[in-house]
């Protein structure tokens, strides 16, 4: 490459979001609806009031998929809320019945052994949960373990407590989980329908700029910038 001949830079696509896009989509329908040359015009090519309305009812499409996915979205949000408040909740109590249990039973290391506490608790979520849940199965189903508990305030009443309260942290888990893939296929559903709409858009517009090639400033009313 020389100063004289630069090698040329490629050309980057505008990019557009779907807000825009939508935007666009109403500019355009309407227009093409309520401008008389615009509508005559391009009846004159094959784009009359039966093909319009079939772009119409695409874009439509692309609106609902967006708006579902915005639901579908939010909805992951607060289910994420909520498996976070259930997990922070049980792993709190979890942890300071743990302290407790080692103090306890720190001339026991058999006991210690037996509860699943030796060492420090996992980092990682999943065996953490499965650490305490083990930890309190093994406590209800063992009486001299529960009885010396009882003095740190570790009731069979908490433990019941303790495992409903698991339960919610699975269920929540389940439910994020859940949300989460109908997010992602709703994001998957509205990529399809805007690819449909702007498949239908790039044959209209091509012919539009032929049948518009006598008054090429009306393609401004259909979004296109006309220098």
Request: with cysteine.
């Amino acid at each position: 490459m020389t100063p004289e001949n630069p090698t040329p830079k490629k050309r980057r696509s505008a990019y557009v979001s779907n807000e825009k896009a939508l935007l666009n989509y109403d500019a355009i329908f309407t227009n093409v609806s309520t401008q008389p040359v615009i509508q005559n015009e391009l009846a004159e090519y094959g784009y009359d009031d039966a093909k319009i309305a079939e772009g119409k009812t695409l874009a439509d499409d692309a609106r609902k998929a967006y708006n579902d996915n915005l639901r579908e979205n939010a909805e992951v949000t607060v289910a994420r809320k909520n498996f976070d408040q259930q997990a922070e909740q049980f792993l709190a109590a979890y942890a300071a019945h743990r302290k407790a249990a080692k103090v306890c039973f720190r001339r026991d290391p058999a006991v210690i052994k037996q509860l699943g506490i030796v060492g420090r608790d996992p980092d990682a979520f999943a065996p953490r949960l499965e650490e305490a849940e083990n930890f309190y199965r093994i406590i209800a189903l063992t009486p001299a373990i529960a009885t010396p508990l009882a003095q740190f305030k570790i009731t069979p009443e908490t433990i019941t407590q303790a495992q409903q309260q698991a339960a919610l942290v699975r269920q929540a888990r389940a439910d994020y989980l859940r949300e989460k893939g109908e997010s992602q296929d709703a994001t998957k559903q509205k990529d399809a329908a805007f690819r449909a709409i702007e498949t239908w858009l790039s044959d209209f517009f091509a012919v539009a700029r032929i049948a518009l090639e006598d008054n090429p400033q009306l393609l401004e009313a259909l979004t296109k910038i006309v220098r």
